[in-house]
């Protein structure tokens, strides 16, 4: 030990000394901090780690060991004091459940405290980790092993422990839920009640939305703590703004939990310090909890100007002077604050001294004694003065630097000290630095205008309008502003001046803007001129390849031409025209027949031999069309390799895709993009968009890698992102055209569809599983399952089951043996509907056999309900015809006529017109 101690004593004297020279570096005192441990220097080491403390917030594992080591020392009261205010200095930096925990568990076992000092501890610890959704369970067991040790512990106290802690979403919510079930039996004898289980029952859906967060996060728990990976500050992001989103102002302590969280882990990140910030000040509205974040952060990220400006504006709204002064001397004590941002602070502090003075509201001439008064404004001018001078230039100007501070001088001196002349000795320093810049001479003239200067201001008018250059943009509006002050203000002469002057440089901008114009102009031109001369190429390369074609056509038209036509042996005359034999005749006849039939042949030549392109397409005749097609497939067997290649390159395309669904509308490909390369080299994302540009709210990412999309969809399938849920699939393209779909759908005889499937409670991966479970179970018995597929639907964000589903089996029995069970219940849901079970895949439209259904023919016109029969034939109708009579009409009787016949030949006789006697007759009540 003692050999040990000596070789470490020399190390040690040399981190005293680098931590001496460097106080404020991080890994000099944490290096001393350690040597002294394993050396056993505990005095040494107790003062190296309270100055570290004091420059730096310590993470939770310093902290933890600091506890371990104090704990083994303490004896008596004092050492116990000491160990407290350890702890209590602690849980300031980060959050931490362990030492929290550790903390309560002092209090009433190592000290033995109060009761009611505990119960105050364990009452912030339940503020600060009761919903800490991965190590909350740790505080819940240890609160309720105080309670239970209490002598006066009532039984009711332990059961509202209990309530709250399975309301609350946690991991372990299982394991606590059976702990309570047997704890309640086994005290009261009875069952929980139901109440509790609907309220354990939200909170673990509460838990199961947010495991995909707090899967992302654990990789990262075991990295280095502080550094703000891309990855993990998205996360954090989109966990926070998942959460705001859900709580809705009731939960607003689990909103802070996880920015405390978040900043625990990325302590470096002053983009993550300032959205913690601007939640406390729009949701919280708590200036204490504001000032004590911005006085953590500053620890955290000191090197940030923004922060160290937030913090000062927030200490002085409190209206305590003397800590505003305390704050300022530790900003400008802080060697990690660059010099651009020292000067920032600087300048925050003179607007401090001015709003505490209560001058530059208004212009005043000041007294000798108020003069003196604000003489500390004027030292404090001159103190960013000097720190301004060790601003690198680029930097200077980066941030605006001159323009805040010199012009800011400037109108101080002008308007609380009355020194027009100091007050334009800032100004000239300023043009020294920004002569091209349009707002330092346009303000310095307002204040010579404001102040009755107007001598002054033409002089600034001159030189401004000089010292322009033609390219600024606001080198117009100035020259006109001049020949606005000389119209208002001048005389004829600085009229007709300033307008010379002004119009002499508008026309240089014009000129050289013309200039420019122009040669934009130009190389627009030589782009057009090479775009039109790539055309144009490309039109002599077409056209080459359509006169080697032709070239091709005459050379088969000269080989099926003969040179001296032949018609027998008959001599013609010279100039007269030789008859065709009817044998010839007929030859032709049959050979444009053999041509057209040769024709149709060459032209269903497969696409696969010949593509169907506008150089292919040559139309011919006979042999000539034969020979053109042969032709054509011997070049395009030479390029088979090609399209083959191709069809390759387009499947393997395919099988490096992958499927996103679900996306948040306001999504970028950059987010995208950074979400899913860490899966793989991405090649493209197609982000499909409407006509508007709005996502659709799916995508494909194209991997170089099958293997990636594999990768991506295992570990981004059913995940949050952007506050939505997200399903990641592998890309399959549907091979049917929405004409074909659901017509040629193939029958799947080893496989059952079900629907009425009652609904399964918990998350989508729970409930997947569970159902696959249910379902092999119901149907174990029909038969071996090859596979079960279940249905999901989307809505509002939320993915959850349909109540449909298939099995697959290896045979077609087992398909009959499970239709058999349609109308029972699903095991396990004895209330819920009876399922349905039919074959999958019932047959294509095209083989459904429609029956016709005999249609009865309506009287009248098309759409109106009146008769155009004539009542005097419609009341001769037979109302006791029955049905059998009309069957029997069609037969026919034995002199050839059938009884409809007969019937209609009787009423013909009755319906023979009527005579006046006739009707004389029938008025008379005479029969014939």
Not at 317 to 344: F, I
Not at 541 to 570: C, F, L, M, V
Request: glycine residues 4%; charged residues 30%.
């Amino acid at each position: 030990m003692e050999a040990s101690s000596s070789t470490s004593l020399p190390n040690i004297s040399q981190l005293e000394e680098k931590v001496a020279q460097e106080p404020d570096n991080y890994d000099a005192n944490m290096a001393l901090v350690n040597a002294l441990r394993k050396g056993g220097e505990e005095e040494k080491l107790q003062d190296a780690r309270h100055e570290m403390c004091n420059r730096f917030p310590l993470p939770e594992v310093v902290w933890l060991e600091w506890i371990e080591d104090e704990e083994k020392i303490a004896e008596d009261e004092e050492d116990m004091a000491y160990l407290k205010g350890v702890f209590e200095r602690a849980i300031k930096d980060y959050l931490s459940v362990e030492i929290w925990v550790k903390y309560a568990e002092f209090m009433w076992k190592a000290r033995k405290s109060q009761p009611q000092e505990v119960e105050e501890v364990y009452k912030q610890a339940k503020a600060a980790t009761g919903y800490h959704l991965a190590e909350g369970r740790k505080f819940w067991t240890s609160y309720r092993a105080y309670k239970k040790q209490l002598p006066d512990c009532k039984t009711e106290d332990i059961r509202q422990l209990y309530k709250q802690e399975l309301g609350i979403p946690l991991l372990g919510m299982d394991e606590t839920m059976s702990e309570y079930i047997t704890w309640e039996r086994s005290t009261s004898g009875k069952p929980p009640q139901p109440q509790l289980f609907k309220s354990y029952s939200r909170a673990k859906e509460q838990r199961d939305k947010r495991m995909s967060f707090e899967e992302r996060l654990a990789p990262y728990a075991e990295k280095s703590p502080g550094i703000a990976y891309p990855e993990l500050l998205q996360t954090w992001d989109e966990y926070i703004s998942f959460e705001t989103k859900n709580s809705k102002g009731k939960r607003l302590q689990a909103v802070k939990l996880l920015y405390e969280r978040a900043v625990s882990m990325c302590f470096l990140s002053d983009i993550l310090w300032k959205k913690y910030f601007a939640f406390v000040k729009e949701k919280l509205k708590d200036a204490n909890i504001l000032e004590n974040l911005y006085q953590r952060a500053t620890r955290n990220c000191p090197w940030s100007a923004d922060i160290w400006i937030g913090y000062l504006r927030t200490v002085e709204g409190s209206g305590d002077t003397k800590a505003y002064m305390s704050a300022m001397q530790k900003a400008v004590q802080c060697t990690s604050l660059p010099p651009e941002g020292l000067c920032l602070v600087q300048l925050e502090y003179i607007d401090n001294m001015r709003r505490r003075l209560g001058v530059g509201r208004t212009v005043f001439y000041p007294t000798a004694e108020e003069v003196e008064k604000i003489a500390g404004l004027r030292a404090a001018f001159n103190m960013c003065a000097m720190g301004l001078e060790g601003v690198d230039d680029a930097k200077a100007k980066e941030e605006d630097l001159y323009f805040k501070f010199y012009a800011y001088w400037a109108d101080i001196e002008m308007r609380c000290y009355g020194n027009a002349e100091q007050s334009r000795i800032h100004w000239e320093a300023l043009l020294e630095k920004n002569i091209e810049d349009a707002r330092v001479w346009k303000a310095y003239i307002n204040q010579e205008k404001i102040f009755g200067k107007l001598e002054d201001a033409r002089a600034l008018y001159k030189r401004a309008v000089t010292s322009l250059p033609p390219t600024s943009w606001e080198l117009g509006s100035l020259c006109n502003e001049w020949v606005r002050f000389e119209r208002e203000r001048g005389d004829l002469d600085t009229l007709s001046e300033a307008r010379f002057r002004a119009t002499k440089r508008i026309n240089q901008m014009e000129e050289l803007r013309r200039a420019e114009s122009e040669r934009i102009y130009r190389e627009q031109l030589k782009q057009q001129a090479t775009l039109e001369a790539a055309q144009k190429l490309q039109q002599e390369e077409a056209a080459r390849r359509r006169n080697a074609q032709q070239k091709i056509e005459s050379q088969a038209d000269s080989a099926e031409s003969p040179d001296e036509p032949t018609g027998g042996d008959e001599k013609v005359p010279a100039g007269a025209k030789r008859k065709r034999t009817p044998a010839e005749h007929h030859t032709d006849i049959q050979q444009q027949k053999r041509q057209r039939q040769e024709h149709s042949n060459a032209m269903n030549v497969e696409e696969t031999d010949v593509p169907a392109t506008s150089e292919n397409f040559i139309p011919t005749s006979g042999e000539k069309a034969t020979k053109i097609v042969e032709q054509k497939k011997a070049d395009t067997s030479q390029n088979k390799w090609f399209l083959k290649s191709a069809d390759k390159m387009k499947e393997r395309k395919e099988s490096c895709t992958a499927f996103i669904v679900g996306i948040a509308r306001g999504t970028t490909d950059a987010q995208l993009e950074s979400l899913f390369k860490s899966h793989g080299n991405i090649t493209e994302i197609r982000h499909v968009r409407d006509g508007k540009g709005k996502s659709k709210r799916y995508a494909y990412i194209e991997y170089s890698d099958s293997k990636c999309v594999d990768a991506a969809v295992a570990a981004l399938n059913r995940t949050i992102f952007n506050g939505k849920e997200i399903s990641v699939s592998r890309s399959a393209p549907p091979t049917q055209s929405k004409k074909q779909k659901g017509r040629t759908a193939q029958p799947e005889p080893n496989t059952i569809f079900i629907k009425h499937l009652p609904k399964v409670e918990g998350d989508l991966r729970t409930a997947e599983a569970k159902r696959q479970e249910e379902l092999r179970k119901h149907f174990a018995k029909c038969g071996e399952i090859k596979a079960v597929r279940l249905a999901t639907e989307c809505r509002k964000g939320i993915t959850f089951l349909k109540k449909i589903a298939y099995v697959e089996f290896t045979n077609p029995e087992s398909v009959r043996k499970a239709i058999k069970l349609s109308g029972t219940h699903l095991i396990g849901y004895p209330d819920s509907k009876p399922i349905l079970i039919m074959k999958s895949c019932p047959p294509s439209k095209k083989t459904q056999i429609l029956k016709k259904v005999p249609v009865t023919k309506r009287k009248g016109k098309k759409g109106s309900m009146i008769s155009l029969v004539p009542r005097s034939v419609a009341g001769r109708k037979s109302k006791s015809l029955s049905r059998s009579s009309i069957s029997d009409a069609s037969k026919e009787d034995t002199n050839g006529l059938s009884k409809q016949e007969k019937t209609e030949t009787g009423r013909a006789q009755q319906d023979k017109p009527k005579s006046n006697a006739d009707f004389r007759a029938l008025l008379l009540g005479k029969n014939n």
